[in-house]
Every structure is written in structure tokens, then in C-alpha cells.
């Protein structure tokens, strides 16, 4: 991996951080780092995934506040932020978000780190820790509790959808005259955020074509995927989970009713659950405090 050692300035400019790029074998992952205050070999290391159409700005105010005890990564997954697209003809599934974190671990990092996931970014940090037990300590799932299930009767209409799409292509988005109204759109999109956490969030999505911005993520993240896995195959990659984790659900976010998770949740073999204030982007948006709290006690505390 290689640093850049321009920083930036963090959230409230109390804390910098670094450009970072992760040269795999079929693209190249960019990201940031936040190098650790007080450094101490023996702490994990730190990996953060975003979400869906997200990137690594995302834990632009939960990063710093982990940097007092370890060096913390943040991914821009594939197809997103600065990182590389994947090459004509290719989807964005699953398995291969999973494969481009193992690839980049193995290369990485010579022990065991941490993973903290939000929403797409949880799903494959589990999918992760359920394939590679021994490359993960400690998972942190952030409103985010496993794949999407479909039952098997669906899978012949979902790869039609998938195929119909990748073929027909995408159109195009169009561009915005300013960053501020392209933060606006996104404040609006499928999970709300607020102008001012939408504005941070955008920029590195962004990229100027003439005297326009237009969206840097590959418009095939939007299309539908191939496969899905089913409820009986989601929970075998839960029950597989062998790290400590911790769940946070946001009073109204994704997971809002508890019910409808409590066979994941029975299927996690150590699971912690904390509920919060806020919404989907509770990591991010609002009162980030609640949540900060809970990420730095669970990773710090040995049990």
C-alpha cells in the first residue's frame, strides 16, 4: 500500500488524514489513513467499508475518533470513490467486494485486523469474517446485518433482471453546476442525509467534466445483481463468524424491527447488540457520539 503524504484536514480540523492506494491485481483501491497517535504493535489495525454509493468519507467523524489506539484504513470499495472500475463486461456481485478485501488484507497486513462495515460495507466485512476466520479479530457491523435474501424460486427472475440490464446499459445522469448541488441531490437520495453531511460525503464522488460535476461511481453499481443468496445461505455465513462482533442498529435506520433479524441475531455465535439515535447514517449524520462510544469500547476492551 502507498501513503501519499499530502493530508487533509479531518472533521472540526482537530485531526489529518492520508491519501492511500492499494494496487490489486485487477484494479486499484484507493482510500484514507489515519495514522495512529501513540502507536502500539500490538494493536489491530483498523479497516473500514462504506456503503452502497458511499465512500470512504463516510467515517470522515468515526476514523479520527479511533486513531488514539490504532492506525485506521478506509476503503473506497471498487466502482466507488477514487478507486478503479471494473473492467466491461463484469458486475459488481458480492463475492467480488469480498475478494478484493482479501486480496488486499493478504497484502497488507502481516496479523489479524478489525473490520468496521456500514450498510454494503457490513455485508462484505461478514461475508469476510465468515470465509476468513483467521484474518479478522473483531467485526463492527453498523446498521447492516448480513445479504439481502431471495428465496429460490427467485433466482431465475433475478439473473433475467441482471442480464436484461448489463446488456441494455445505463443511461446518462446528467451533470450539476456546483458541488453543493450535486450534495443536494444526494441529501434526497434513498438514504436521506442531511446538506451538510450529503455535501462532505459527495465531493469525492465527483468529478468535473467541462464546466460541470458529474459522478465519478460507475453507474453499473445500480444495476441489479446476478445472484442473491438465500435466508438458509446468509445464516451459514453468519453461524461461520467466529470474531467478536458488535451490532449497530439505529432507531431508524435499516434494522428498525428487531423481530425480523432475530434468526441472524440467534445465529451469530458472539454477538453484541447496541441500538442508537438516528438513521441509516448514524455513523456520519447527527449525534455521532453514541456510536463513536460504542466502537472504541468494543474494539479496546478484550472481551
Not at 466502482?79 to 478485501?101: E, I, K, N, T
Request: charged residues 20%.
Amino acid at each position: 500500500m502507498n501513503d501519499s503524504l499530502a493530508s487533509k484536514p479531518a472533521v472540526e480540523g482537530k485531526d489529518t488524514y492520508q491519501e492511500i492506494r492499494w494496487p490489486l491485481g485487477h484494479l486499484t483501491l484507493a482510500g484514507l489513513h489515519w495514522p495512529c497517535e501513540k502507536p502500539q504493535p500490538e494493536a489491530p489495525p483498523v479497516v473500514m467499508l462504506h456503503g452502497w454509493l458511499d465512500n470512504c468519507l463516510s467515517f470522515v467523524r468515526l476514523a479520527p475518533e479511533l486513531r488514539s489506539f490504532a492506525d485506521v484504513y478506509a476503503l473506497d470499495m471498487a466502482g466507488h470513490g477514487h478507486s478503479g472500475h471494473r473492467p466491461q463486461g463484469q458486475s459488481y456481485l458480492l463475492v467480488d467486494y469480498v475478494a478484493d478485501l482479501a486480496e488486499m488484507v493478504d497484502a497488507s497486513f502481516s496479523r489479524p485486523v478489525d473490520l468496521v462495515g456500514h450498510s454494503l460495507g457490513g455485508i462484505v466485512a461478514l461475508l469476510y469474517a465468515a470465509a476468513f476466520p483467521e484474518k479478522v479479530r473483531k467485526l463492527v457491523l453498523i446498521d447492516s446485518f448480513g445479504p439481502i435474501s431471495k428465496t429460490a424460486d427467485e433466482a431465475v427472475a433475478q439473473l433475467r433482471r441482471g442480464i436484461i440490464k448489463r446488456i441494455s446499459g445505463s443511461g446518462s445522469s446528467g451533470g450539476y453546476a456546483t458541488r453543493k448541488e450535486a450534495g443536494r441531490a444526494r441529501a434526497g437520495g434513498l438514504s436521506p442525509l442531511s446538506p451538510e453531511a450529503a455535501e462532505q460525503l459527495v465531493g469525492r464522488n465527483l468529478r468535473q467534466a467541462g464546466d460541470a460535476f458529474v459522478w465519478r461511481t460507475d453507474p453499473r453499481l445500480r444495476h441489479p445483481s446476478l445472484t442473491m443468496y438465500t435466508e438458509d445461505q446468509t445464516q451459514a455465513f453468519i453461524r461461520s463468524v467466529k470474531a467478536d462482533t458488535l451490532l449497530i442498529r439505529a432507531e431508524k435506520g435499516l434494522l428498525g424491527n428487531p423481530a425480523h433479524w432475530q434468526s441472524r441475531m440467534e445465529a451469530m455465535p458472539s454477538l453484541k447488540e447496541v441500538v442508537v439515535p438516528g438513521s441509516h447514517h448514524c455513523h456520519l449524520d447527527g449525534d455521532t457520539r453514541p456510536v463513536a462510544d460504542a466502537v472504541r469500547g468494543f474494539l479496546i476492551n478484550e472481551h
